[in-house]
């Protein structure tokens, strides 16, 4: 069900990517991507006083979350399915919260240090991967072997 899984720091700057359907978690245009759906998020934010929750595509559902603290934001990449009920929207925010708690916890010398090295928040895969599983949300989808 969960695609991708990007984290942006509270300027709008991706710091994390992890793919759950491929077995690299590199992917070029994620930064790109990632910066596009921020602008969007602020325009929404700024310009109708509204939050972006999701945005729909023909085969995929964006879902999007903010830290109500360090407004740092999770883009969550879902196949369309997701989208389909409310109480999968009510497990992700559950996902979100669990990866911000584990993330900002393990990390906040790095991020209070931030100097533009990625490579750091690398190892939070194989969290990614004990919380989404925990909670149910990887069924059909080939764990990559060197995280799991």
């Known amino acids: 069900m969960i695609q991708k899984i990007t984290l942006l720091n509270g300027e709008g700057i991706p710091i994390f ?5 491929d077995s690299s978690n590199e992917d070029e245009n994620y930064h790109l991507i990632a910066s596009y759906f921020d602008q969007i998020c602020r325009f ?7 939050s972006l929750n999701t ?5 995929s559902v964006f879902y999007f979350y903010t830290h109500p603290k360090s407004n740092f ?4 990449k879902c196949d ?6 409310k109480q999968k929207k009510k497990y992700l925010d559950s996902v979100a919260v669990k990866l911000f708690d584990q993330f900002l916890t393990k990390f ?6 931030f100097n533009g090295n ?5 190892s939070f895969s194989s969290d990614i991967h004990k919380i989404v599983k925990s909670k149910g949300f990887l069924r059909g989808y080939q764990l990559n072997p060197s995280i799991s």
């Open 17 to 21: 990517f992890h793919n759950f359907g």
């Open 44 to 50: 929404t934010k700024y310009g109708f006083k509204e």
């Open 55 to 59: 945005l729909r595509m023909n085969k």
């Open 73 to 76: 934001h999770l883009i969550f």
């Open 80 to 85: 369309s399915r997701v989208d389909s009920k």
């Open 108 to 113: 906040k010398k790095e991020l209070i240090n």
């Open 118 to 122: 990625f490579s750091q928040f690398k």
